[in-house]
Structure formats: structure tokens, C-alpha cells
């Protein structure tokens, strides 16, 4: 039988990112979500077109 390990607790990790670099990932991002926005309203148009309300 193997000995018992303890879990160790969880630590926080911390990371340096450059003003350069913060300003592209945020650039990235909203691009992302501006492509997520865009990809959601052609989903619903497809749902619309694949099966019309009846009124």
C-alpha cells in the first residue's frame, strides 16, 4: 500500500506582462468578442430560417 500524500494548498501565482503586451491581449480580445457577438446573431438567423414563426 502506498503512503498517504497530502495535498499542498492551492498558491497564488502572479505574472509580469508588459503595457506592449496587456494592450494586445486586450485588442485580441475584443476582436473575440466582437467574433462571438457576430457568430451568435448568424446562429439565430439560421434558427429563423431553418424554422419560421407562424402567426
Given at each position: 500500500?502506498?503512503?498517504l500524500v497530502r495535498?499542498?494548498?492551492a498558491q497564488t501565482?502572479?505574472?509580469s506582462v508588459r503595457?506592449?503586451?496587456l494592450r494586445q491581449l486586450?485588442?485580441?480580445r475584443e476582436q473575440l468578442?466582437?467574433?462571438v457577438a457576430e457568430l451568435q446573431e448568424r446562429l439565430q438567423q439560421a434558427r429563423n430560417v431553418a424554422?419560421?414563426?407562424t402567426a
Open positions: 500500500m502506498g503512503a495535498p499542498a494548498p501565482l502572479y505574472v503595457r506592449d503586451e486586450k485588442a485580441e468578442r466582437q467574433q424554422s419560421p414563426a
